[in-house]
Structure formats: structure tokens, C-alpha cells
């Protein structure tokens, strides 16, 4: 159940009209890294980490909630942004304001330029905010990663935060306004927020990589090929432990061609660069198989399936999980 509160989360102000700043701020209203898209992978994840990882599911709508509301103060700084066009454009026969507010003739030659490239903002809208990115392609769903596994998902978060900060980042440069400013590092700085909680959340999962359940063939993991010409750059990506537990490390194949001759494609590949093997791999990829399907077997209850029990007062797990701190 949603309940819309009319107070924007973060005041969001203009000092004036900015037409142009408006169109590039669509980015973040429909964009592939902007807000709708932010709300709706993290809306749509949580469903599946509802019953199982009741937490999880907490934390996803708590941020997706909260991007409903950046998408809010996006949209409402779009439409200060754009301030009297709206009313110059339904003057059909007195187009002085519109022409003042664009700058003129120019300004309103710039107008019919932007309708060109972007009707849906200066045309069909009216100059409202519409589901589209800068250059007026519509928002779509299949900007949404949504895999139904947390170790993948939340990875797949911590990049859409990255982006969405990036784009804000590359956005303060195209506006002088102070105000505008304000409310762009705010969302900004929400983006950084959101980074740390979904890392933080990733880190409560053990084991979590790889991504997934299935552990990669360890003739293979620890492999690097050097699949360029020329010189060669070498740092803990592929040289020495890098990123790898104490005691394993990168096997750096300077020639894959004759190393691919030389395994028949790689068929006969020894393991390298850890102690794994093949059959500890299998091992590792049933125990964690089960682990992971008893966690989501043993949170469904048996016969009716409850999504909410409706208990005023009390915090309410997930039908089929315990419950905490005494709850009954």
C-alpha cells in the first residue's frame, strides 16, 4: 500500500526558466539510469526476496520508495524549469511570453529544433515532464535487471547507482543555476547512499561469489589471456594473488593461441593457480545448491500462502518465516 505525501523529500527550487537544462534533465526522469528505472528494478526485485530474505525485501522497497520520490523532484524541477511555456504555448494567437521566456526569435527557432528531435517534451506535452530520456526515446521496462538471485541483483544495483551518480555528476556542469545545483547533489549524494547499502547488504551473504550458486571450472577461473598485440599492461588483474584467497593466484597465458593448440581447445587443461579440485567444485556447487533452495523452500509455508497477516501495531515478517523478537 503506498500513501503519497505531498512534501517533496528534498525542496527542490529553480532561481528561473531553463528550457534547455530541462530537456538533458529527462535523463533522470526516463532515462536508462535515471529514477523510473532505479524505482522499478528495485520494486520488481524485491518481490522474489520477499519470503525468503525478508530483510532484503525491506531494504528494496524502502530505496525503491525513496527513487519514486527522486523521480518526484526530478519531474517537479523539470516542470519549474520550463516555467511559462506551457501557458505561451496554449496563447494560439499572442506568442510574446513564449518568445520572451526562449529569448526571442531565436529562442523560439531553438524551440521548434528541440520539437524536431524531442516532440513528446515540446509538443505533445506541453512542457511537462515526459517518459523519456534527453533525446526523446521512451523509457521502457527492459531497462530493469531483475535475475530473482541477491548476489546478482544487488551487484546489478551498485552499478545502476554508480551511473545515476555519474549522470548527476556530468548534469551539474550544464546548469548555473544554485538552486538547480542543490537539489542535483542531493540526489547525487542519495545515489552514494544507496551504493553503500546494497554493498553493505551483499556483504551479509555467504558465500557470494561467484554471483549465482554454480562455481566456475577451476581449469579456468584463474586464467587471464593476453588476447592483444603490442605491449602489455600487467597489474593485480592479472598478475600475482589479486583479487584471489591467500594461496591462489592469476595464471597468465602470454600466448593463447599455442596454449589452445597445445590443450585441444582447451580439453585438456590442468587446473592452475589454485588448489580446487574439479570433484571439491562439485561439492561446493551441491551444498550450496541446497543451502540456497532450502532457504527459499523453508520460508514457504505449506497450503495458503500469505503475502501481508495484517497485525496493527506489530512489525509482520513474511508469511512462513519466523518471527522476531517475541512475535507470535
Given at each position: 500500500m503506498f500513501c503519497h505525501v505531498k512534501e517533496l523529500q528534498f525542496d527542490a527550487r529553480v532561481s528561473g526558466p531553463d528550457p534547455h537544462f530541462a530537456t538533458l534533465l529527462l535523463e533522470q526522469f526516463g532515462g536508462s539510469n535515471g529514477e523510473l528505472k532505479a524505482a522499478m528494478q528495485y520494486f520488481v526485485q524485491?518481490?522474489?526476496?520477499?519470503?525468503?530474505?525478508?530483510?532484503?525485501?525491506?531494504?528494496l522497497m524502502d530505496i525503491a520508495t525513496e527513487e519514486f520520490s527522486h523521480l518526484e523532484i526530478v519531474g517537479a524541477t523539470i516542470t519549474m524549469l520550463m516555467g511559462s511555456t506551457n501557458a505561451g504555448l496554449k496563447d494560439a494567437v499572442e506568442r510574446s511570453d513564449l518568445m520572451k521566456l526562449l529569448g526571442g526569435k531565436g529562442g523560439k527557432e531553438e524551440l521548434a529544433h528541440q520539437a524536431y528531435v524531442n516532440p513528446e517534451f515540446c509538443v505533445l506535452s506541453g512542457g511537462g515532464p515526459v517518459l523519456t530520456n534527453s533525446a526523446g526515446f521512451p523509457w521502457t521496462g527492459a531497462y530493469v535487471n531483475a535475475n530473482g538471485d541477491l548476489t546478482v541483483d544487488?551487484?546489478?544495483?551498485?552499478?545502476a547507482e554508480s551511473r545515476a551518480k555519474i549522470?548527476?555528476?556530468?548534469?551539474?556542469?550544464?546548469?548555473?543555476?544554485?538552486?538547480?545545483?542543490?537539489?542535483?547533489?542531493?540526489?547525487?549524494?542519495?545515489?552514494?547512499?544507496?551504493?553503500?547499502?546494497?554493498?553493505?547488504?551483499?556483504?551479509?551473504?555467504?558465500?557470494?561469489?561467484?554471483?549465482?550458486?554454480?562455481?566456475?571450472d577451476p581449469r579456468f577461473t584463474h586464467k587471464y589471456f593476453n588476447m592483444s598485440s603490442g605491449a602489455s599492461s600487467r597489474g593485480p588483474w592479472n598478475q600475482g594473488q589479486g583479487p584471489w584467497a591467500k594461496g591462489e593466484?592469476?595464471?597468465?597465458?602470454?600466448?593463447?593461441?599455442?596454449?589452445?593448440?597445445?590443450?585441444?581447445?582447451?580439453?585438456?587443461?590442468?587446473?592452475?593457480?589454485?588448489?580446487r579440485?574439479?570433484?571439491?567444485?562439485?561439492?561446493?556447487?551441491?551444498?550450496?545448491?541446497?543451502?540456497?533452495?532450502?532457504?527459499?523452500?523453508?520460508?514457504?509455508?505449506?497450503?495458503?500462502?500469505?503475502w501481508s497477516t495484517y497485525n496493527p501495531g506489530k512489525e509482520q515478517p513474511a508469511q512462513g518465516v519466523p518471527a522476531r523478537n517475541g512475535e507470535k
Open positions: 524485491a518481490f522474489a526476496a520477499r519470503q525468503p530474505y525478508p530483510d532484503k525485501y525491506d531494504m544487488l551487484r546489478s544495483n551498485i552499478g549522470v548527476y555528476e556530468y548534469l551539474l556542469q550544464f546548469t548555473q543555476d544554485p538552486l538547480v545545483q542543490d537539489t542535483l547533489r542531493f540526489l547525487m549524494t542519495r545515489e552514494i547512499a544507496h551504493f553503500k547499502m546494497f554493498a553493505a547488504a551483499l556483504d551479509t551473504i555467504e558465500p557470494n561469489f561467484p554471483p549465482g550458486v554454480l562455481q566456475g593466484n592469476w595464471v597468465y597465458v602470454e600466448d593463447p593461441l599455442k596454449d589452445v593448440l597445445a590443450t585441444k581447445g582447451e580439453k585438456q587443461a590442468r587446473v592452475e593457480g589454485t588448489n579440485t574439479e570433484d571439491q567444485v562439485e561439492k561446493l556447487d551441491r551444498d550450496l545448491s541446497k543451502k540456497r533452495s532450502d532457504e527459499v523452500k523453508g520460508a514457504l509455508p505449506k497450503g495458503e500462502n500469505r
